[in-house]
């Protein structure tokens, strides 16, 4: 059975505080992944990992301070979809500093 993983780009706004919405939702990322990648999956969010990375960023939920549009997009197809579950983000600095070159300790290092 395959797995999909559904994802928003986000970006704060930083003269707003975080109870004044300061996240805004850019799009929606479904349109740019093009397949199911289980090395990048289980290396990002411990999806499928057999590999065995050490996650960058598995079962964090949702941030606290997520836009309106993605929690509600979530708790919506939570609800409707029994196969949705779980949430977890990732900042561009992490994913920004990830070092590739570094073998899975399974086998083989991550091509993107």
Do not use: Q
């Not at 797995?3 to 479904?30: K, M, N, Q």
């Not at 590999?51 to 609800?79: C, F, H, I, M, Q």
């Amino acid at each position: 059975m395959p797995t999909d993983i559904y994802g928003f780009l986000e970006v704060r706004r930083p003269h707003l505080d975080d109870s004044a919405g300061s996240w805004i939702c850019l799009v929606d990322l479904a349109p740019l992944h093009d397949g199911m990648d289980y090395a990048a999956l289980g290396c990002l969010f411990g999806v499928r990992n057999w590999l065995s990375w050490e996650p960058v960023a598995a079962d964090r939920g949702l941030p606290t301070d997520v836009s309106a549009a993605v929690r509600n997009d979530y708790e919506k197809w939570s609800r409707l979809d029994g196969a949705v579950h779980g949430a977890t983000w990732v900042s561009w600095a992490e994913l920004r500093d990830l070092d590739l070159s570094v073998p899975a300790p399974g086998r083989g290092v991550l091509e993107i």
